[in-house]
Protein backbone atom coordinates (compact mmCIF):
# COMPACT_ATOMS: atom_id res chain seq x y z
CA UNK A 1 0.00 0.00 0.00
CA UNK A 2 1.40 3.56 -0.96
CA UNK A 3 1.36 6.71 1.15
CA UNK A 4 -1.65 8.50 1.75
CA UNK A 5 -2.09 11.57 -0.09
CA UNK A 6 -5.00 12.86 2.35
CA UNK A 7 -6.16 12.02 5.56
CA UNK A 8 -7.68 13.32 8.34
CA UNK A 9 -7.92 12.36 12.29
CA UNK A 10 -10.43 11.97 14.93
CA UNK A 11 -10.22 11.46 18.52
CA UNK A 12 -11.86 8.40 20.14
CA UNK A 13 -13.12 8.98 24.09
CA UNK A 14 -11.99 7.34 27.07
CA UNK A 15 -15.59 5.83 27.68
CA UNK A 16 -15.89 4.78 23.66
CA UNK A 17 -14.32 1.35 21.68
CA UNK A 18 -13.93 1.62 17.88
CA UNK A 19 -13.53 -1.16 16.01
CA UNK A 20 -12.63 -2.13 12.00
CA UNK A 21 -13.90 -4.96 10.39
CA UNK A 22 -12.66 -4.43 6.23
CA UNK A 23 -14.92 -1.03 6.11
CA UNK A 24 -17.32 -1.24 8.87
CA UNK A 25 -16.43 0.44 11.89
CA UNK A 26 -18.39 -0.27 15.05
CA UNK A 27 -18.55 2.32 17.82
CA UNK A 28 -19.69 1.37 21.40
CA UNK A 29 -20.23 3.40 24.20
CA UNK A 30 -22.62 3.88 27.46
CA UNK A 31 -25.43 4.22 25.56
CA UNK A 32 -25.53 1.70 23.14
CA UNK A 33 -23.60 0.45 19.79
CA UNK A 34 -23.66 1.43 16.14
CA UNK A 35 -22.01 0.27 12.89
CA UNK A 36 -21.77 1.48 10.09
CA UNK A 37 -20.25 0.71 7.05
CA UNK A 38 -18.32 2.45 4.29
CA UNK A 39 -17.62 0.85 0.65
CA UNK A 40 -16.42 3.30 -0.80
CA UNK A 41 -12.90 2.17 -2.07
CA UNK A 42 -11.12 5.48 -2.44
CA UNK A 43 -10.77 5.28 1.62
CA UNK A 44 -8.68 3.31 4.12
CA UNK A 45 -9.51 3.44 7.79
CA UNK A 46 -6.58 2.66 10.32
CA UNK A 47 -6.89 2.91 14.33
CA UNK A 48 -3.56 4.63 15.83
CA UNK A 49 -3.56 4.61 19.84
CA UNK A 50 -6.64 6.87 20.61
CA UNK A 51 -7.19 7.79 17.19
CA UNK A 52 -9.20 7.10 14.17
CA UNK A 53 -7.40 7.98 10.80
CA UNK A 54 -9.07 8.05 7.56
CA UNK A 55 -6.78 8.35 4.49
CA UNK A 56 -7.25 8.42 0.75
CA UNK A 57 -4.39 7.93 -1.91
CA UNK A 58 -6.68 9.85 -4.71
CA UNK A 59 -5.67 13.53 -4.75
CA UNK A 60 -9.12 14.84 -6.03
CA UNK A 61 -11.40 17.25 -4.17
CA UNK A 62 -14.19 14.36 -4.33
CA UNK A 63 -12.01 11.88 -2.34
CA UNK A 64 -10.88 14.45 0.60
CA UNK A 65 -14.38 15.23 0.72
CA UNK A 66 -15.18 11.40 1.32
CA UNK A 67 -12.50 11.41 3.90
CA UNK A 68 -14.11 15.01 5.75
CA UNK A 69 -17.57 12.67 5.12
CA UNK A 70 -16.26 9.68 6.84
CA UNK A 71 -14.91 11.57 9.55
CA UNK A 72 -18.46 13.66 10.40
CA UNK A 73 -20.20 10.35 10.07
CA UNK A 74 -17.87 8.99 12.64
CA UNK A 75 -18.34 11.94 15.13
CA UNK A 76 -22.02 11.89 14.77
CA UNK A 77 -21.53 8.40 15.96
CA UNK A 78 -19.45 8.87 18.68
CA UNK A 79 -21.89 11.74 19.85
CA UNK A 80 -25.02 9.50 19.64
CA UNK A 81 -23.22 6.54 22.08
CA UNK A 82 -22.26 9.12 24.24
CA UNK A 83 -24.86 11.75 24.72
CA UNK A 84 -27.46 10.66 22.49
CA UNK A 85 -29.94 12.90 20.72
CA UNK A 86 -33.19 14.55 20.75
CA UNK A 87 -35.50 16.59 18.49
CA UNK A 88 -38.49 18.51 19.32
CA UNK A 89 -41.24 18.77 17.82
CA UNK A 90 -44.51 21.22 18.22
CA UNK A 91 -48.19 20.42 17.83
CA UNK A 92 -49.67 23.26 15.93
CA UNK A 93 -53.58 23.98 15.33
CA UNK A 94 -55.84 27.01 15.12
CA UNK A 95 -59.09 25.03 15.22
CA UNK A 96 -59.57 21.42 15.26
CA UNK A 97 -57.16 19.73 18.02
CA UNK A 98 -54.83 17.25 16.70
CA UNK A 99 -54.65 13.93 18.63
CA UNK A 100 -51.05 12.21 18.35
CA UNK A 101 -50.97 8.46 19.07
CA UNK A 102 -47.74 6.29 19.17
CA UNK A 103 -47.61 2.64 18.14
CA UNK A 104 -44.87 0.36 17.93
CA UNK A 105 -43.25 1.71 14.62
CA UNK A 106 -45.57 4.42 13.70
CA UNK A 107 -47.25 7.42 15.01
CA UNK A 108 -50.80 8.16 14.31
CA UNK A 109 -52.05 11.69 13.93
CA UNK A 110 -55.47 12.01 14.30
CA UNK A 111 -58.42 14.61 13.72
CA UNK A 112 -55.60 16.89 11.30
CA UNK A 113 -57.43 20.05 10.17
CA UNK A 114 -61.17 18.32 11.15
CA UNK A 115 -60.49 14.99 8.33
CA UNK A 116 -61.80 12.16 9.33
CA UNK A 117 -59.11 9.69 8.36
CA UNK A 118 -55.22 9.11 10.21
CA UNK A 119 -52.38 10.21 9.00
CA UNK A 120 -49.31 7.39 9.92
CA UNK A 121 -45.76 8.48 9.99
CA UNK A 122 -43.14 5.64 10.14
CA UNK A 123 -40.73 5.55 12.64
CA UNK A 124 -37.44 3.65 13.41
CA UNK A 125 -37.30 0.60 15.90
CA UNK A 126 -34.28 2.04 17.59
CA UNK A 127 -36.18 5.57 18.23
CA UNK A 128 -38.22 6.50 21.45
CA UNK A 129 -41.39 8.32 20.75
CA UNK A 130 -43.18 10.15 23.42
CA UNK A 131 -45.69 12.37 23.43
CA UNK A 132 -47.05 15.45 25.60
CA UNK A 133 -50.36 17.38 24.68
CA UNK A 134 -48.71 19.89 22.65
CA UNK A 135 -45.34 18.36 21.96
CA UNK A 136 -43.50 15.48 20.84
CA UNK A 137 -40.23 13.95 21.82
CA UNK A 138 -37.87 11.64 19.77
CA UNK A 139 -34.85 10.09 21.43
CA UNK A 140 -32.26 7.63 20.15
CA UNK A 141 -28.66 7.51 19.13
CA UNK A 142 -28.65 7.54 15.41
CA UNK A 143 -28.97 10.91 14.34
CA UNK A 144 -30.00 9.48 11.22
CA UNK A 145 -32.70 7.80 12.56
CA UNK A 146 -33.64 10.36 14.62
CA UNK A 147 -33.66 13.04 12.58
CA UNK A 148 -35.53 10.91 9.15
CA UNK A 149 -38.05 10.28 12.24
CA UNK A 150 -38.74 13.64 12.40
CA UNK A 151 -38.93 14.59 9.20
CA UNK A 152 -41.41 11.48 8.47
CA UNK A 153 -43.76 13.21 11.13
CA UNK A 154 -43.61 16.54 9.87
CA UNK A 155 -44.08 15.45 6.25
CA UNK A 156 -47.11 13.26 7.49
CA UNK A 157 -49.05 16.67 8.04
CA UNK A 158 -48.08 18.45 5.05
CA UNK A 159 -50.82 20.42 3.55
CA UNK A 160 -52.24 20.23 0.27
CA UNK A 161 -54.56 22.40 -1.85
CA UNK A 162 -54.46 25.56 0.20
CA UNK A 163 -52.07 28.10 0.91
CA UNK A 164 -49.65 26.91 3.41
CA UNK A 165 -49.43 30.91 4.77
CA UNK A 166 -53.12 30.85 6.42
CA UNK A 167 -53.25 27.06 7.30
CA UNK A 168 -50.52 26.87 9.79
CA UNK A 169 -51.72 23.59 11.19
CA UNK A 170 -49.03 21.05 11.38
CA UNK A 171 -46.40 19.42 13.45
CA UNK A 172 -42.93 21.10 13.28
CA UNK A 173 -39.48 20.64 14.61
CA UNK A 174 -38.65 23.38 17.61
CA UNK A 175 -35.68 22.21 18.71
CA UNK A 176 -32.37 19.74 18.29
CA UNK A 177 -30.37 18.66 21.37
CA UNK A 178 -27.45 16.53 21.08
CA UNK A 179 -26.88 15.44 24.72
CA UNK A 180 -26.79 18.88 26.35
CA UNK A 181 -26.35 21.17 23.28
CA UNK A 182 -29.44 22.69 22.23
CA UNK A 183 -29.97 24.47 18.85
CA UNK A 184 -32.96 25.94 19.16
CA UNK A 185 -34.78 26.38 15.82
CA UNK A 186 -38.01 29.03 16.46
Same mark, same amino acid.
Given at each position: ????????? @??????????????????????????? +???????? =?????????????????????????? @??????????????????????????? @??????? $??????????????????? =???????? $????? =?????????? +??????????????????????????? @??? $??????????
Amino acid at each position: MSEAVYNQT @IEIPSECQVSLEDKTITVTGPKGTLKR +SFPEPQTA =FEIKENELVVSTQISRKRARALVGTV @IAHVRNMLIGVQMGYEYEMKIVYSHFP @ITVDVQE $TSVIIKNFIGERGVRKARI =FDDVKVRT $TEDEI =FINGIDIEHV +SQSAANIQQACKIRDKDRRVFLDGIYV @IKK $TKGDVVKSIV
